[in-house]
């Protein structure tokens, strides 16, 4: 997602009490949901809904009780196999007595009552109800009963009954659209009757609880096209669709002209689009954009102002492939999702307006970078860090970015995206964690990569270096001279330099550097450099001083 900062604030402050990392790891977990078949009746007006949620469980080890993840909401009967069973609630789950159950079995949750977060339910600027799923990080349990973690992933199908008035859209591809028939009323005592439609979305693929949502809302569509033919992991091309507010339409398509073209460069770069469609969707998030699978939601307020931009979409949309279709199992290795998103949407500016826009990018990412506290105090992978909110910070998106950059510096092209595509073929509609990422970039590079990873992600600060060069004409040698600074420990590193002769001729010599505090490299030269440009392509996460 992206984060919009103003809001953030508030949020942030508002939820730091359940925003803890309170779920059992996966290893230590005995069930895991396969399946969750969700109906929902959305209300007319007000906030009351009223679910059934049938989840397929497959055990994973010993256990008498299944615990799933609920607030709020009133549960009135859970059934095992379609048995009723015993079941307890208190103010964070649901426990249900699963004793003899099988390896796989059924459990159906009866439950409802006012939504307070989760599925967002309010009016628009123009009074009309509205509901708009929102779950980042650990949300879904506000309106699904759910194993409400990353590491359990599962695929899911929605049944939603709601006016006939508000379009329901949703994960995966559409289903049915039913209209139901309308109650007669001959005297008109009743006022109008409201007429009711029935939608289905089935997504087929498994994906996090964080991921699952519906919005239903009175949305205008506009088809975006097919593309993405042949790097698309559904037969056929990619369908794209925009859904905007009625007098938002004139914004259509804006900047989503750019959407197919970016799926299209992702599934050439990455590997093939991993879900039905993708639809953008003007919402309620209380994120600038959420990348929720397969339907992502941008904040209302972006549209309103002046649409989404290219950097916004191409960021959700890196997201399908990173977050969505491999997703982090623990959530201190967020960087696997927003490094990346933030990484391949420069990616695409990059392909799309130049190389400069990529560099640009880097360039105000590291200027913000190494004058930050967090980037100074916290390592990326941040595993005690329990307030989940607080993990959307500079380390997740522009250190984890700038690590992926760095990265395909020091193995280079080939190693690189060759590397990304192996892990993510090998982790998609998964989990991954960093390790992961690590061995398959190590296999194509042929070396062990643990010192970078571990220097760049799991321990605080960038690099600090002060340069500079004298030129020994009896040896003819360029003598530079990189010196660390003391704040943080001496990085290993590919230093780029700029070098221009005493005939105007420039070349680049990327200079290794080990991890000491002061390294000299001897370059020969036939006569004295006229001038030397530390790191000129941006290629290095540091502080420059000359000395
Ligand atoms: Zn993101």
Not at 2 to 17: I, S
Not at 272 to 281: G, I, R, V
Not at 423 to 433: M, P, R
Request: hydrophobic residues 40%; proline residues 5%.
């Amino acid at each position: 997602m992206k984060t919009v900062r103003l809001v953030l604030g508030a949020v942030f402050l508002a939820q730091t009490a359940w925003a803890q990392q309170g779920a059992p790891t996966p290893t230590s977990r005995p069930f895991h949901v396969v399946n969750y078949d969700l109906s929902l009746e959305l209300p007319e007006t007000g906030k009351t809904i009223a679910g059934n949620a049938v989840l397929t469980v497959q055990r994973m080890g010993p256990g008498d009780t299944l615990r799933l993840d609920l607030l709020d909401l009133t549960v009135s009967r859970v059934q095992l196999d379609g048995k009723d069973v015993r079941f307890v609630r208190d103010s964070s789950s649901l426990r249900v007595a699963v004793a003899g159950a099988t390896s796989r079995f059924t459990v159906a949750v009866q439950y409802g009552g006012a939504v307070t977060d989760g599925l967002i339910i309010g009016t628009d600027s123009a009074g009309r109800w509205m509901a708009f799923g929102d779950n980042w990080p650990n949300r879904a349990r506000r309106w699904i009963p759910s194993i409400d973690h990353p590491s359990d992933k599962a695929t899911v199908s929605w049944t939603v009954k709601a006016p006939s008035d508000r379009r329901v859209i949703a994960n995966g591809s559409l289903v049915e659209e039913t209209p139901l028939p309308t109650p007669r009323d001959p005297d008109g005592s009743a006022g109008r009757p409201v007429s009711w439609t029935v939608t289905r979305w089935r997504e087929s693929r498994p994906i996090a609880a964080y991921l699952m949502v519906i919005a239903a809302a009175p949305l205008v569509r506009f088809e975006l096209g097919t593309t993405a033919c042949g790097v698309a992991e559904f037969p056929g091309c990619v369908p794209q669709q925009l859904y905007v507010a009625p007098e938002q339409r004139h914004m259509a398509p804006g900047e989503f002209a750019r959407a197919g073209d970016i799926v299209e460069y992702f599934g050439r770069l990455v590997g093939p689009f991993p879900y039905e469609k993708l639809s953008h969707l003007q919402s309620s998030t209380r994120f600038g954009g959420m990348e929720n699978a397969s339907a992502i939601f941008y904040d209302d307020k972006i549209f309103r102002r002046k649409g989404a931009d290219a950097g916004l979409i191409a960021h959700e949309t890196a997201h399908q492939w990173f977050g969505d279709a491999v997703t982090e199992r623990e959530w201190g290795h967020l960087w696997l999702s927003e490094g990346f998103a933030t990484y391949f949407s420069a990616l695409y500016l990059g392909h799309a307006f130049g190389d400069s826009a990529l560099v640009g990018h880097l360039r105000r990412d590291r200027e913000g970078l190494v004058k930050s506290a967090n980037v100074a105090s916290r390592p990326v992978i941040d595993t005690l860090q329990t307030n989940l909110m607080a993990l959307l910070n500079d380390n997740s998106y522009q250190k984890g970015g700038w690590v992926l950059h760095m990265l395909r510096q020091e193995v280079g092209d080939s190693a690189f995206f060759g590397g990304i595509r192996d892990y993510w073929a090998a982790h998609k509609h998964a989990t991954a964690l960093t390790d992961d990422l690590r061995a398959a970039v190590e296999k194509r590079a042929g070396r062990d990569l643990r010192w970078f990873f571990d220097q760049w992600l799991r321990r605080p600060g960038v690099a600090e270096l002060a340069t500079s060069w004298r030129y020994d004409t009896t040896k003819h040698e360029l003598h530079v001279v990189v010196e660390q600074g003391s704040r943080f420990a001496p990085y290993r590193l590919k230093l780029p330099v700029a070098i221009t002769d005493a005939a105007g001729a420039t070349r680049t010599q990327v200079l290794e550097i080990g991890a000491q505090s002061r390294a000299e490299v001897v370059v020969p030269m036939r006569s004295a450099p006229r001038a030397l440009t530390v790191d000129p392509g941006v290629a290095v996460l540091a502080t420059f001083t000359a000395k």
